[in-house]
C-alpha cells in the first residue's frame, strides 16, 4: 500500500530471501534454506569470534586489540556485578555474547556495504523472529535460574516484601502480567528501533532521490536538506545501536538480578 | 470513510503517541543532567538506572510506532 506511490520501497530492505539450499526440508513443510538474514548473522558470528580472539594472547602489558576487548568485557563484568552482585560473574558469558551479536548486528546493518552492485547489507535485529529467540533465551535462563535456586519460591517474585494483605490480590496479577510481558517487550524494544531508524534513512533516501529528479530547484530544496539529515540520522543510528545493545544486556542482568536475588 | 482510511487516519495518530514518547525520553536525559550536575560525582553511579528509565519510556513510542506499521500493513 505505501509502496505504490514512491519509487523506493522503504519495507524492501527487511526481505528474507534463500541463498541456497532452498529444497533443504527439516520436516515436512519446516524449509532450512540458508537466507540472507543466516548470512549476516554468520558473518557477526564470525567478526565476534575474530575480535575476540585476537585480544585472547594474556599478554602481560597488553596491546591496543587486547585493550578493546578487555574494556569490552570489563564493561560487561562491571554492569553484572553492579546489578546482580558477586552471584552475577557466572553470568558474564551469557551477557557478554549476547551484548556483542546485538552490537555487531546492529552496527553491522549500517555499514554501506550497498555501494558494491548485488550487495545488500541486511539487519537481522530489525527481525521480530532473531529478537524474539534471543529474548525467549533470556527469559528461559531467568525461569530456570529462579526455579533451580529458590523452588516454588520464586513466586514470592510476584508478592513484593511487606505488601498488606488485602492488596496481594491486585498486586500479584499486575506483577505476574509485568512478569510475562518482559519477553516481548525486550523483543519488541531491539526490533522496532532498529527497523523504525532503517525505514526512516529509506524514506529520506527517497526524498533525494525524488528531489533531485524533480530539477535543480527541488533538488537544492528538498534533496540537499534531506540528504544532510540522512548522514545526522545515520549518526544517531550508530549511537542507537550500541544503546539498544546495551539496554538488551542492562534489562537481561536486571531480570537475572530477579531470579537470583528475588525482589 | 472506507476502512482503509480508517486505519491510514489511526496510523497518523499513533504518531502522537511516537512524539510524547520523545517528551518522555526528554525528560528522563533532562532530569538526569539536572541531578548530574548537582553532584557529578554521583552520576556515574546512576547511569544504569538513567537507561532504564530511557528504555521503559522509550518503549512506550515504540508500541505507538508498532500500531502504525500494523495499521498501515494490515
Known amino acids: 500500500m505505501a509502496a505504490e506511490e514512491g519509487k523506493v520501497d522503504p519495507m524492501k530492505q527487511f526481505t528474507i530471501e534463500p541463498l541456497f539450499g532452498s529444497e533443504w526440508q527439516l520436516a515436512d513443510g519446516i524449509n532450512i534454506a540458508f537466507t540472507n538474514s543466516a548470512?549476516?548473522?554468520?558473518?557477526?558470528?564470525?567478526?565476534?569470534?575474530?575480535?575476540?580472539?585476537?585480544?585472547?594472547?594474556?599478554?602481560?602489558?597488553?596491546?591496543?586489540?587486547?585493550?578493546?576487548?578487555?574494556?569490552?568485557?570489563?564493561?560487561?563484568?562491571?554492569?553484572?556485578?553492579?546489578?546482580?552482585?558477586?552471584?552475577?560473574?557466572?553470568?558474564v558469558p551469557y551477557i557478554f555474547t549476547l551484548f556483542m551479536f546485538i552490537l555487531f548486528g546492529n552496527l553491522l546493518g549500517l555499514v554501506p556495504v550497498g555501494l558494491i552492485p548485488n550487495v545488500h547489507a541486511f539487519t537481522f535485529t530489525s527481525h521480530f523472529t532473531v529478537t524474539g529467540v534471543l529474548a525467549i533465551m533470556s527469559f528461559s535462563i531467568v525461569l530456570i535460574v529462579g526455579f533451580v535456586r529458590h523452588g516454588f519460591h520464586f513466586f514470592s517474585l510476584f508478592v513484593p516484601a511487606g505488601t498488606p494483605l488485602p492488596m496481594v490480590f491486585f498486586i500479584a496479577p499486575i506483577e505476574f502480567i509485568s512478569f510475562m510481558v518482559r519477553p516481548f517487550s525486550l523483543a519488541l524494544r531491539l526490533f522496532v528501533a532498529m527497523m523504525a531508524g532503517h525505514v526512516l534513512l529509506k524514506v529520506l533516501a527517497s526524498f533525494v532521490i525524488a528531489g533531485g529528479a524533480g530539477g535543480p530547484a527541488l533538488g537544492a530544496a528538498v534533496g540537499v536538506p534531506s540528504f544532510i539529515l540522512m548522514v545526522a540520522i545515520s549518526a544517531l543510528e550508530i549511537l542507537v545501536a550500541g544503546i539498544q545493545a546495551y539496554v538488551f544486556a542492562l534489562l537481561t542482568s536486571l531480570y537475572i538480578n530477579d531470579a537470583e536475588n528475588l525482589h | 470513510m472506507d476502512a482503509t482510511a480508517a486505519a491510514l487516519l489511526g496510523a497518523g495518530l499513533a504518531a502522537i503517541g511516537a512524539g510524547l514518547a520523545a517528551l518522555g525520553v526528554g525528560n528522563v536525559f533532562a532530569s538526569f543532567l539536572e541531578g548530574a550536575l548537582r553532584n557529578p560525582g554521583a552520576a556515574d553511579g546512576q547511569q544504569g538506572r538513567?537507561?532504564?528509565?530511557?528504555?521503559?519510556?522509550?518503549?512506550?513510542?515504540?508500541?505507538?510506532?508498532?500500531?502504525?506499521?500494523?495499521?498501515?500493513f494490515r
Open chain 1, 39 to 91: 548470512l549476516w548473522m554468520a558473518i557477526t558470528a564470525i567478526l565476534v569470534t575474530i575480535f575476540v580472539a585476537g585480544g585472547m594472547k594474556r599478554e602481560v602489558v597488553p596491546g591496543r586489540w587486547q585493550m578493546a576487548v578487555e574494556s569490552m568485557t570489563g564493561f560487561i563484568d562491571d554492569l553484572l556485578e553492579a546489578n546482580v552482585g558477586k552471584a552475577g560473574r557466572k553470568y
Open chain 2, 50 to 72: 538513567l537507561f532504564i528509565g530511557f528504555a521503559a519510556a522509550e518503549l512506550l513510542g515504540l508500541l505507538a510506532f508498532v500500531i502504525a506499521v500494523l495499521l498501515i
